[in-house]
């Protein structure tokens, strides 16, 4: 199967993709791991997307395009794929279309993750991360730790990532709006669209989108 995954920040978008893309058998693509191999390898695309970060600039359409591209082309995604990410906005999309069929294929669906956007702020700008270990990571509602501001695994100081402030996300949500939201209704238009109420536990969102899939 070939599926889009789209949904807001919050959304739980990483978590489900790695548990969908597991059941499936088929690789998660997402765009923050094609940033890194591209940088981390050197590559072209790698070494231009990395110009234009230090220089404090969006990074082109195209450059995030042919990355993505390259990593369609790799063998294990010959059975299919779901990107994570990407298409980011309506022209990403209209050129993965374009890629898709010059190889005689297509999307198979488009999940849309669908969150209310007071829940995405609780929890985002809940979280609180260890400064000691940036992977122990909690929560203020929904996993936190014994004691106020104190990492249960190792003691260290738990603290609130810029990027998690409420002002912040409700930004982070405005340009999803602006730019990522489109998509949801340029693909509506191919009846490629399965909206999941993303709330509850993440192996209860994982079997809603199964039984989307399976439609």
Do not use: W
């Amino acid at each position: 199967m070939r599926i889009v995954l789209v949904g807001p920040p919050g959304a739980g978008k990483g978590t489900q993709a790695a548990y969908l893309a597991k059941n499936l058998g088929i690789p998660h693509i997402s765009t923050g791991d094609l940033f890194r191999a591209n940088i981390s390898q050197g590559t072209p695309l790698g070494v231009e997307a990395q110009s234009y970060m230090k220089a404090g600039q969006l990074v082109p359409d195209s450059v995030t395009i042919g990355m993505a591209e390259d990593r369609m082309r790799q063998a294990d995604a010959e059975g299919g794929f779901l990107l994570d990410g990407f298409p980011r906005n309506v022209a990403q999309a209209q050129a993965l279309d374009a890629f898709l069929k010059a190889d005689g294929i297509e999307l198979d669906a488009v999940l849309d993750l669908e969150v209310p956007e007071d829940e995405v702020v609780k929890r985002i700008a809940g979280r609180r991360i260890c400064r000691k270990d940036s992977s122990h990571v909690f929560h203020v509602t929904y996993n936190a730790p014994k004691t106020e501001g104190v990492c249960d695994v190792c003691g260290g100081e738990l603290y609130q990532r810029d990027d998690d402030t409420e002002e912040t996300v409700r930004k982070r949500l405005a340009v999803y709006h602006t730019e990522t939201e489109p998509i949801i209704d340029y693909y509506r238009e191919q009846n490629l669209v399965e909206t999941i109420l993303a709330l509850g536990k993440v192996d209860e969102v994982t079997a809603k989108a199964m039984a989307a899939l399976k439609k």
